[in-house]
């Protein structure tokens, strides 16, 4: 499991922890190709927008310098729908392509696909929570993203608002120095931890602040980031409400 974010690396191994003996994490692509080179792996998760070296370049290097894997099965991870870069990540060897955010469905079906397996395990069922903080927190869909696992989704929105004054740090300081491309970055990865923590509200604006910083729109830049603070404070305000979830 290769992915900078720990909310999703979080996420995505208590999903497999059912289904695997044994599963090594990387937080960055060195890590990654220096754990392929030590290990020998039956599927490898790859997130493919990461600082430093991306999934794209962390596959050609397992894939063309790494005699262990370089015919492992390399499934990428992203929430960029561009067919450019489903086409990069084919050429870069990439065998399958799940789509953030993901849930155990769509996580079992790839890797029935993958392993030609059909034996996976579906979800189950968790309680559900208090109404009244529906527009904050999504609980049906925190039942679909951790096949019914109260606990795992517990521990993520736990790890979120644990994160939340980073987040806001980060990218108010992105902001006040204009630099856009620590902006997107920063945007982006609030937008990956809130679509996984089942937080529709902050997760629609991250995306969208993301999306205006890409397009060049300063205007909007300024609107989005704005609605991104009070989203951040909605669940601030919230802390110890979404905590006792």
């Known amino acids: 499991m290769v992915d900078d974010n720990q909310i999703n690396r ?20 060195n890590q990654a190709v220096e754990l392929c080179q030590n290990n020998s792996y039956d599927i490898i998760f790859m997130d493919i927008h990461m600082p430093g070296i991306s999934g794209i370049e962390t596959t050609e290097k397992i894939k063309n310098d790494n005699i262990i894997n370089s015919e492992t099965t390399i499934i990428g991870l992203t929430a960029d ?17 799940l789509l953030k955010p993901i849930n155990e469905e769509m996580l079992i079906s790839t890797l029935n696909s ?23 927190y999504d609980n049906e869909q925190a039942k679909k993203k951790t096949g019914g ?17 980073e987040h806001e740090n980060v990218l108010s300081e ?16 609030l937008n990956g931890s809130a679509s996984y923590c089942s937080m529709p509200r902050l997760e629609k604006a991250a995306s969208e602040l993301e999306q205006a ?32 979830l």
Do not use: W
């Not at 870069?85 to 990439?94: D, M």
């Not at 696992?149 to 004054?165: F, G, R, S, Y």
């Open 10 to 29: 979080k996420l995505l191994t208590s999903l497999l922890q059912k289904r695997t003996k044994s599963i090594d994490e990387a937080t960055d692509g």
């Open 149 to 165: 696992n109260e606990k795992l989704a517990q521990e993520l929105v736990a790890m979120l608002i644990d994160e939340i004054d």
């Open 114 to 136: 993958c392993l030609n397996s059909t034996d996976l395990v579906g979800a189950d069922t968790v309680t559900a929570i208090d109404n009244s903080l529906d527009s904050i």
């Open 81 to 97: 729908t561009l067919p450019e870069t489903e086409q990069l990540c084919r050429e870069a060897g990439i065998t399958d392509m």
């Open 213 to 244: 910083v890409v397009d060049g729109q300063p205007e909007l830049i300024k609107q989005t980031y704005y609605c991104v603070l009070e989203r951040i404070e909605e669940i601030k305000s919230n802390r110890n409400r979404l905590f006792s």
């Open 174 to 189: 992105a902001y006040a120095s204009n630099r856009l491309d620590n902006l997107r970055v920063a945007s982006h990865k």
